[in-house]
C-alpha cells in the first residue's frame, strides 16, 4: 500500500489549500483514510477521516466548519479541503490508513488503528 500527499504550501491567514491522498496497493474496495498533522513541538494529532465503506467522516473539533473531506473513488483520491485557515493549522499534514476495511468513524480519532502511512506535506498559515 502507498500513500501519496500532495497540496501543501504557504498560504495567508483566511486562506485554502486543498491536500490530496492518492492511494494504491489496497486489496479491497471499503478502505478509509485519515488525515493527521503534526506542529514542530506538538504531538500528532487526528484533523479527519473518511470511511469508503459507508462514507461515513470524522473531524476534530477545531476544524469543524472549515476543513471538508471528500473522496474521489474512481481516482483513488481523498482530498482534504482546508478553508479559513489559520496560523495554529501550520503543520506537517499527513493521510493514513488502516490495513483493513472499516465502518463508521469511531475509530478515526486513534493513529494506533492505521498501518500505513504517507510521507506527509507541508502547510503554513502565515498570519
Avoid: H
Avoid at 116 to 124: I, M
Amino acid at each position: 500500500v502507498q500513500l501519496v500527499e500532495s497540496g501543501g504550501g504557504l498560504v495567508q491567514a483566511g486562506g485554502s489549500l486543498r491536500l490530496s491522498c492518492v492511494a494504491s496497493g489496497f486489496t479491497f474496495d471499503d478502505y478509509a483514510i485519515g488525515w493527521f498533522r503534526q506542529a514542530p513541538g506538538k504531538e500528532r494529532e487526528d484533523v479527519s477521516c473518511f470511511v469508503r465503506g459507508d462514507n461515513s467522516t470524522y473531524y476534530e473539533d477545531s476544524v469543524k466548519g472549515r476543513f471538508t473531506i471528500s473522496s474521489d473513488n474512481a481516482k483513488n483520491t481523498v482530498y482534504l479541503q482546508m478553508n479559513s485557515l489559520k496560523p495554529e493549522d501550520t503543520a506537517v499534514y499527513y493521510c493514513a490508513a488502516p490495513g483493513e476495511a472499516q465502518y463508521g468513524s469511531d475509530w478515526c480519532p486513534y493513529s494506533w488503528r492505521y498501518d500505513y502511512w504517507g510521507q506527509g506535506t507541508q502547510v503554513t498559515v502565515s498570519s
